[in-house]
C-alpha cells in the first residue's frame, strides 16, 4: 500500500517539479527573503461559518496585516495566493509559492468543531498523528470539491482516507525541521503574549502544504464554533493580536535562519576559490579532493516509508542506498571519494528535479561534516 503512494508520490513530484521548472516567468526577488501568505478560502468557498462568523474573511484580513507588518521590512518580498475574496484553488496555491521560489509559506484559517474545543494550533506537513488531526485536514482538504477538474488535478488524494497521504511527505519532510521550528515560534507568540489556549504544534496532511516545496506551515487561528473565541476573532483586536503574533514570528524564523544563511554564502565562496586554485596547480591530479576514508553521496530525498532503492522510483538515477535514522529513511545518490565528482553527481540529480539534493560526506560509514572534510584537504 504505502510503497504504491510512494510511487505514486514520486510520479506527481515529477509532473510537479516539470510545471515548476518549464515555466519560464519566475518573479525576480532580488535575493530577498520571500514569504507567501495564504490566506485560506475565498470566492464561493467560504470556509468554516461557525456562530455566523465567516472564515474566509477573517482569515483575508488577518494575512493582509501580516503581509503589512512585513512588507515594513525592505529585505523581505511578500506575495499573496489572493488579497481579495475569490476562489483560488489549493494546487494553485502551492504553484505560486513555488514559482516564487518562496522562502516560507504561510496558510492562515479558522478551525470549527461540534463540541466547545477552542485554542489555537499550527501544523505542518506529515502523518496524522491522531483522529481529530485527521478530521482538521480533511475540513480543509474538502475544498478541492468545489473545484473544476479537482479528479485531474488530485489524482492519488482521497480525502476519507488518512493512508492516501502515506509516502505522500517526502518533499515535505525535507523542510520539516524550519516548519516546525516557525510553527513553534507561531504558537509561542499567540500562548505567551496573547494568553490563547494552546493546542500545539501538530502534524497532518494538508493538501496546500503538499504542494509547497519550502517550510510550510497552516495556522488555525481559533473555533469560531466556540463563541467567545469566534467573536474574539472576528474582532479587530483579534485579528490584528494574531497578525502582529504571526509576523512577530516570521521575522524570528527569518533571523535565525540568516545567520545560517550567512555561514552557507561565505563557505561557498571559499570552497569555490579554493578549488579553482587546487585545480589550477595541479592540473587534473586525482588526489586533490579526496580525503582518506571518506565518502560523498548526494541525499535527493527523505521519508518516513521505506521505497525500493530501485531507479525507477527515482526518476532513473542509480546507484541509490537509503539508510534509516530514527523514523526517518534518507536516500542517497552515488558514492564517490572525489568532491568534484559528487558536485557532478548532485547537478544531475538537480537536472532530473531534485532541486532542493545536497551533499554529504561519510568517514568510514558515519555521517560526517562536509565543511570538515573540506577544511582538511
Ligand atoms: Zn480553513
Known sequence: MSRFFSTLFLLMSLSLSQIIYSHGETPPNDGKF???????????????????????????????????ILEKDPNINVIYTRKDDSFVDLYVRGKIANEAKADLFVSVHCNSHNSSAHGTETFVLGLHANKR????????????????????????????????????????????????LLAKSIQDNFTGKLKRVDRGVKQAGFIVLHQTFMPSVL??????TY?????????SKGKSDMATSI????????HSVDENIGDDFSFEVKDHTSHASNTTATNSSDGVDTVEGVTFRVQIAAGSSAIETKSYNFKGLSPISR????????????????YESVKELQQ???KKGYGTSFIVAFKNGEKVKVKSVLNSM
Open 219 to 224: 495556522v488555525e487561528t481559533g473555533f469560531l
Open 247 to 254: 509576523a512577530d514570528a516570521v521575522l524570528k524564523y527569518k
Open 348 to 350: 544531475k540529480a538537480k
Open 227 to 235: 463563541k467567545p473565541e469566534g467573536s474574539y476573532l472576528n474582532s
Open 34 to 68: 520571500t514569504v507567501v501568505l495564504d490566506a485560506g478560502h475565498g470566492g464561493h468557498d467560504p470556509g468554516n461559518l461557525g456562530n455566523g462568523f465567516k472564515e474566509k474573511d477573517i482569515a483575508l484580513k488577518i494575512v493582509l496585516q501580516v503581509g503589512a
Open 133 to 180: 488531526n485527521f478530521e482538521v485536514a480533511k475540513n480543509e482538504n474538502s475544498v478541492i470539491y468545489l473545484e473544476d477538474d479537482y479528479e485531474v488535478n488530485y489524482a492519488g488524494y482521497d480525502i476519507n482516507s488518512p493512508e492516501s497521504f502515506i509516502g505522500l511527505t517526502i518533499m515535505q519532510e525535507e523542510f520539516l525541521d524550519n516548519s516546525i
Open 323 to 338: 539508510e534509516k535514522e530514527g523514523n526517518i529513511y534518507r536516500y542517497y545518490y552515488g558514492e564517490v571519494a572525489s
